[in-house]
C-alpha cells in the first residue's frame, strides 16, 4: 500500500498544470536545500575546535547541550509558521477498498522525513564524528544523535497539534508567539533555569542511553494524538458540516457610482469581510500602517532619508500588496463561473485596480501623523502613494495574469503560502525595491525633492497611461483565461 501512495505522490506532482512551470522555482528550492547543506556540515565540522577556542575552560559538549532549550524554541517557532502537514487527495481514496488507517499512517510518515526533520542531522552527525575522535565516548554520543533525532521528531508532531488547536482562530499564531515569549523571558531573567534543564536531560541521555526510552514513549504520545485528530476529520462529510451564522448584508451603495465596476467591487468586498483568509488580512493593514514607527523614532535611520520610499510604499501600499498579488487568485474558486458570464475582462480588473487605489488614498491620509517626525517623512509617503497608484497598482495586475495557484479562503492569512509561487516572490522586487533604488539615485546626484518628484512623475505618468495600460494587461489575462481556468480547477 506505501508503495501505490508512493506512486500517486508521484503522478500527481508531476502531472499537475504548474509543474513545468514551476521548473526554474524548484531548482531554486533544491539549490537552497543543497547550500544548507554544505553550511551544517561544515558547521557541525567546525563546531568543537570553535567552542574549545572560545571558552577554553569549558567543554564543547556541555556547551552544545545548553543551546538545546533556544533550538526548541526557534524550531519550533520556524515549523509553525513554514512547515504544514503534508496531504494527499484523501477524498477518493475513502471510496476505496484502503483502511482509513493506511491512509493516516502514511500522512504522519511522510511528515516524518521531511528535510526540516533531517537537516539537524547535518550538523549533529559530523559533531559526534569530531566528539568520538577527541575520546568521547561512542555509545553515549550515538545515543546523542538518536536523542536529537527523536526530539527533533517530536518538536514536529508538536507543531501539527498546535497548529490544528489553534487553526480556527484568525490570531492563530499568537498563543505559541506568548508561550515562547513566556518561556524565554523566564529563562533570560533567570526565574526558572531550562537552558540547564534541557541540558542534564541530554547528558543523562549520554550517561544511560536507556533513558532515550522517555523520549522515545513522548514522540509516541505525540504521533497518537496525532494520528486520534486527523482520524476526527477523515470523513467524505466533514467538509460539508457547517456552522449557521447570520448574515449582515450591507447594500454598500457607494459603490453604486462606478458604474459597470460596481458589481465586481461589491463583489471583492464582500469576499473579503465574509472570508477567513481575506478577512484576517485585513488585521495586517494594522502591522503596515505601523510599519515606519520601527524606523522614524530611531536616530539612525534619520540620517538614511533614502529609505523613506521604501517604508512609505510600504505603509501606503499594505493593502495593494497583500490583496492585488493574489489577483485573480482570490476568485479562483469560482473563476470557472466568473468567465462563462456577459462580463467584460477590462471592467473586472479595472474594479480590482480601483479598490487598491482607494486603499492607497486612504492609509496615506491614515499616515498623515507621521508628520511629527519630520516633513520630509510625509512628503516621501504622498510620492510614495502617488507612485504605488500610478505604477504599482498595474505591476501586480499583470503579475496577476501569470498566477496559476487555488486558493482556499477558509484558511488564515498569517504566514500561510498556499497559493503563493515564483510570481509573487518575483514581482516583490519592481513592487518594493525599484522605487528605493531610483529615489537614491536621485537623491545622491541631485537632492532628497528631486527624488521624490522623479516618483510622483513616474506615478503620474501611469495615471495618464492607465487605459492604454489596462488594454494590454487585459490582453495577458485574455490569453491565460484557460490556462487559469484549468489550473484553477485543479484540486492541488
Not at 559530523?126 to 575520546?135: K, M, R, S
Not at 561512542?138 to 546523542?144: C, I, K, L, N, P
Not at 506568548?178 to 531573567?189: I, K
Amino acid at each position: 500500500m506505501i508503495r501505490h501512495f508512493l506512486a500517486l505522490e508521484w503522478k500527481q506532482y508531476f502531472r499537475s498544470s504548474y509543474w513545468q512551470k514551476s521548473i526554474g522555482l524548484n531548482l531554486l528550492l533544491v539549490f537552497f536545500a543543497l547550500y544548507f547543506i554544505v553550511v551544517f556540515l561544515m558547521g557541525g565540522l567546525a563546531l568543537y575546535p570553535i567552542l574549545k577556542e572560545l571558552y577554553p575552560d569549558n567543554d564543547p559538549f556541555l556547551l552544545v547541550n545548553d543551546f538545546f532549550f533556544y533550538w526548541i524554541i526557534i524550531d519550533l517557532l520556524v515549523r509553525f509558521f513554514f512547515q504544514k502537514l503534508p496531504v494527499m487527495s484523501i477524498k477518493p481514496l475513502l471510496t476505496l477498498p484502503i483502511k482509513r488507517s493506511s491512509i493516516l499512517h502514511f500522512v504522519l510518515a511522510k511528515s516524518a522525513v521531511s528535510f526540516l526533520n533531517l537537516l539537524p542531522l547535518f550538523a549533529a552527525v559530523p559533531f559526534a564524528a569530531v566528539l568520538v575522535f577527541e575520546g568521547y565516548e561512542t555509545v553515549g554520543v550515538v545515543a546523542w544523535v538518536f536523542l536529537v533525532l527523536l526530539v527533533t521528531l517530536c518538536i514536529n508532531f508538536l507543531n501539527f497539534i498546535i497548529e490544528s488547536l489553534t487553526a480556527e482562530s484568525e490570531l492563530s499564531f499568537l498563543p505559541l508567539i506568548l508561550l515562547t515569549s513566556a518561556l524565554f523571558a523566564l529563562e533570560y531573567f533567570g526565574i526558572v533555569n531550562f537552558s540547564q534543564m534541557v541540558s542534564a536531560g541530554f547528558m543523562s541521555v549520554v550517561a544511560n542511553p536507556i533513558n532515550v526510552l522517555v523520549i522515545v514513549g513522548l514522540l509516541i504520545g505525540l504521533y497518537s494524538i496525532n494520528y486520534k485528530i486527523l482520524r476526527g476529520k477523515l470523513f467524505l462529510d466533514s467538509s460539508l458540516k457547517s456552522k449557521v451564522e447570520e448574515v449582515k448584508v450591507a447594500d454598500m451603495a457607494w459603490t453604486r457610482r462606478f458604474g459597470k465596476m460596481a458589481p465586481f467591487m461589491q463583489l471583492d468586498l464582500k469576499l473579503i469581510w465574509r472570508n477567513k483568509r481575506p478577512r484576517s488580512s485585513v488585521f495586517i493593514l494594522v502591522i503596515g500602517l505601523l510599519y515606519g514607527l520601527f524606523f522614524y523614532p530611531q536616530p539612525m535611520y534619520s540620517e538614511l532619508p533614502w529609505i523613506f520610499p521604501f517604508i512609505g510604499i510600504f505603509v501606503t501600499g499594505i493593502f495593494l500588496i497583500n490583496f492585488g498579488q493574489f489577483i485573480p487568485a482570490w476568485d479562483s474558486g469560482y473563476y470557472k463561473l466568473l468567465m462563462s458570464q456577459n462580463i467584460t475582462y477590462e471592467d473586472y480588473l479595472k474594479s480590482k485596480f480601483v479598490l487598491m487605489a482607494l486603499s492607497v488614498v486612504a492609509l496615506f491620509v491614515l499616515s498623515i501623523p507621521y508628520v511629527y517626525f519630520g516633513w520630509k517623512i510625509l512628503l516621501a509617503h504622498f510620492g510614495a502613494a502617488v507612485y504605488n497608484i500610478g505604477v504599482n497598482t498595474h505591476i501586480m495586475l499583470f503579475g496577476g495574469s501569470f498566477n496559476r495557484k487555488k486558493i482556499d479562503l477558509n484558511q488564515r492569512a498569517a504566514f500561510n503560502y498556499q497559493g503563493t509561487g515564483a510570481v509573487q516572490w518575483i514581482i516583490g522586487f519592481p513592487l518594493m525595491f525599484l522605487p528605493m533604488v531610483i529615489f537614491a539615485i536621485a537623491y545622491y546626484t541631485i537632492n532628497f525633492e528631486a527624488g521624490i518628484a522623479i516618483l510622483v512623475i513616474l506615478g503620474l505618468l501611469g495615471m495618464v497611461f492607465h487605459q492604454k495600460l489596462m488594454k494590454f494587461i487585459t490582453s495577458k489575462y485574455q490569453d491565460s483565461k484557460y490556462k487559469m481556468i484549468s489550473a484553477f480547477s485543479e484540486d492541488n
